[in-house]
């Protein structure tokens, strides 16, 4: 990531809560990657290596069930397979050109034990997943 890591992940609603030191913690880890519209991002039984932070551009996370929910700026996908450490459970694909954030497995589970209000910017939005309204 660039000279201005920090703040450009403190503009992400995920990272808002984490301190200076924290965010450069993420920044040495994190990887910043672009894919274009189509690009399929996670695929459904495949297993989960890293979570992912879309800074620009929307992904369709479709589900088994047929639906589709989109994703855009500061929202986050991957999640799901490493807090329980199984394969994924839908198909996200880039709707349009995007970038992202990834953090791999092991990154994303120190980053929460040095930086818990991560998991707590979480909950919220896995609990609305839980029940269904991605």
Avoid: W, Y
Avoid at 55 to 73: F, K, Q, Y
Avoid at 103 to 110: C, M, N
Avoid at 119 to 131: E, F, I, N, S
């Amino acid at each position: 990531m660039g000279t201005t890591a920090v703040e450009h992940l403190k503009a992400l609603p995920l990272f808002a809560g984490v301190s200076d030191d924290g965010l450069a913690r993420v920044a040495a880890v994190a990887t910043e990657f672009e894919a274009p519209a189509g690009r399929v991002l996670a695929e459904i039984g495949q297993p989960g290596n890293g979570m992912f932070v879309v800074e620009e551009g929307e992904v369709a996370v479709e589900l088994p069930s047929g639906g589709e929910a989109v994703l855009g700026h500061g929202e986050f996908f991957g999640e799901m397979a490493l807090l329980i450490d199984e394969p994924h459970s839908a198909r996200v694909r880039a709707k349009t050109d995007v970038r992202c954030i990834a953090l791999s497995r092991r990154d994303f589970s120190a980053l929460l034990d040095e930086e818990p209000r991560v998991a707590v910017a979480m909950l919220p939005v896995l609990a609305r997943r839980l029940r269904g309204a991605i």
